[in-house]
């Protein structure tokens, strides 16, 4: 059973620069049939997509992020990651991470999410 | 960029009785690319429906989706308790995904 788990720090100083990592465990990040996918939801609020890469290193961003959104993958360790930089607090939100079906775009499974502050 | 807005913001039902939620898009929707999530209270998102109509693997058959173009609905044909939830629906187009703004599912 395919499982991904979000990891990094739980608070970033505002003007730095959130970093989390997503590992994927019961399946193979290279798969030719899966995007993989950041998703965030600032509290009690709605959803919002960030982007996604395929294993290859092809990117997608939300163009409202795009200017401080980097996504990586790192197949050797079967994980991929997100860095935002510039944050505000308004970035504050739990971040997700999700395989996407590739060609037919839904997120299934999610991670379990985690809840990034950004505050001096 | 394609805007879902879902209605009722809130829904306010009895277990038992029958769900229906809209979400509307800003412009045409390829069914392929409309999908439903379920979420509770300190969770992640569940998948629900793929493909405006299709259910999740584990979705029990009370869970329903249908539409086309703008208009696509979520039904749940009788409520459980454990049905409570907040649900969000979510397209794909143009290398873009967006989410509408969800609708609480609250128990009468």
């Known amino acids: 059973q395919l499982q991904l788990q979000e990891s990094g720090p739980g608070l970033v100083k505002p003007s730095e620069t959130l970093s989390l990592t997503c590992t994927v465990s019961g399946g193979s990040i290279s798969s030719s049939s899966y995007y993989w996918g950041w998703i965030r939801q600032p509290p009690g609020k709605g959803l919002e997509w960030i982007g996604s890469?395929?294993?290859?290193?092809?990117?997608y961003y939300n163009p409202s992020l795009k200017s401080r959104v980097t996504i990586s993958v790192d197949t050797s360790k079967n994980q991929f990651s997100l860095k935002l930089s510039s944050v505000t607090a308004a970035d504050t939100a739990v971040y997700y991470c999700?395989?996407?079906?590739?060609?037919?775009?839904?997120?299934?499974?999610w991670g379990q999410g985690t809840l990034v502050t950004v505050s001096s | 960029e394609i805007v879902l807005t879902q209605s009722p913001g809130t829904l306010s039902l009895s277990p038992g009785e029958r769900a229906t939620l809209s979400c509307r898009a800003s412009q045409s929707v390829s069914s392929s690319y409309l999908a439903w999530y379920q979420q509770k209270p300190g969770q992640a998102p569940r998948l629900l429906i793929y493909g405006a109509s299709s259910r999740a693997t584990g979705i029990p058959d009370r869970f329903s989706g249908s539409g086309s173009g703008t208009d696509f609905t979520l039904t749940i044909s009788r409520l459980e308790p454990e049905d409570f939830a907040v649900y969000y629906c979510?397209?794909?187009?143009?290398?873009?995904?967006?989410f509408g703004q969800g609708t609480k599912l609250e128990i009468k």
């Open positions: 999700a395989r996407v079906r590739r060609f037919h775009n839904w997120f299934d499974p």
């Open positions: 979510q397209q794909y187009g143009s290398s873009l995904y967006s």
């Open positions: 890469i395929y294993y290859s290193g092809s990117t």
